[in-house]
């Protein structure tokens, strides 16, 4: 019997996309439920960029999560194509989530979004998320907040807090309901179809979120350029292997390029520390790690330099 199929009767498959505006915990929320982080995250807007999917076998069933770009009224080429990129995935899906801040009433962003999945024929669960900011006294006018937005499609709503992770076991369970009689798609050991240069290229951006602000985190790419197996001889005369990595960081500004980089290499060398510690984790194994940082002159407003780095049009 191949690796695939089910030999459980009943047994559930799917995919199961993650709708949102940005910066509302997709991401967070995809790493938990799988539990290894696959996605990376950041407290900056717009994080995600690819259509991640991200997989969880059960017993019952197999999750496919498709995490998408949050959708946002774009300012360059880029932006348009992160948001197309997330509303065609609205159709290819068996299951979507509409993920919204718990801890926030519900705003104009969520209703856009709303009228979009308004127009799709498919199950749609209403997932309040960071439960955990809410105080206990709002909770029943917070849920009967996003009932009431979404009260003509009667769609179910779900609290959790991904951060925490309140909720995200019973979560699974809710969301398997939802999925077709099916066998697994992928073999039970896979957890995500990224190819490995986009992880690795993902957890370098992430440091780059966490450790610059202001103008920078939105104008960078990272562009895995070679990954090698090198050998790292050891006292004794016996050989082991290490993850050799090499990396270039785009900024659209020579600006960019100084903050970095870093006094002496500073920035640099913290990204390229934090970047190496997450490669490893990912990969089991040592990694050597070096990165470039090459400036290109509004790359995001170029099909060319787009497609180049993966954002091609979809």
Not at 3 to 25: C, D, M, W, Y
Not at 76 to 83: D, P, T, Y
Not at 171 to 187: A, D, E
Not at 228 to 244: Q, W, Y
Request: aromatic share 6%; proline share 5%; net charge positive.
């Amino acid at each position: 019997m191949s690796l695939f199929e089910s030999t459980q009767e009943g047994h559930k498959s799917g995919f199961v996309a993650l709708i949102g505006r940005p910066n509302v915990g997709k991401s967070t929320l995809i790493n938990k439920l799988i539990g290894k982080k696959i996605a990376i995250t950041s407290p900056v807007a717009q994080t995600t960029r690819n259509r991640l999917r991200a997989i969880l076998t059960t017993e019952k069933a197999q999750l496919i999560f498709v995490d998408t770009p949050g959708i946002h009224k774009p300012h360059h080429l880029l932006g348009e194509r992160l948001v197309e990129s997330s509303r065609k995935v609205i159709g290819e899906v068996d299951c979507i989530l509409f993920i919204v801040e718990g801890c926030q009433e519900p705003g104009k962003g969520d209703l856009f979004i709303l009228r979009l999945l308004q127009n799709q024929n498919l199950p749609v669960i209403i997932i309040l998320n960071k439960w955990d900011l809410v105080q206990e006294d709002q909770y029943e006018t917070r849920i009967k907040e996003y009932r009431d937005l979404v009260r003509n499609n009667n769609w179910p709503t779900f609290c959790c807090s991904a951060l925490a992770g309140n909720g995200c076991d019973e979560l699974i369970k809710h969301i398997t309901n939802f999925l077709p009689v099916g066998p697994c798609f992928y073999p039970s050991n896979v957890m995500s179809d990224q190819p490995e240069k986009i992880l690795l290229a993902e957890l370098v951006r992430e440091q780059v979120l966490l450790h610059t602000k202001e103008e920078v985190p939105h104008s960078v790419a990272v562009k895995i350029d070679r990954i090698e197996e090198v050998p790292i001889k050891k006292k004794k005369g016996s050989d082991t292997n290490r993850t050799a990595v090499l990396a270039t960081v785009f900024v659209e500004r020579k600006s960019q390029k100084g903050i970095l980089i870093g006094k002496g290499g500073s920035m640099l060398k913290t990204i390229g520390c934090g970047a190496r510690l997450q490669m490893q984790k990912l990969i089991n194994g040592p990694v050597y790690l070096e990165l470039f940082v090459k400036v290109v002159t509004d790359w995001r407003s170029k099909p060319a330099r787009l497609a180049e780095l993966g954002y091609e049009k979809i």
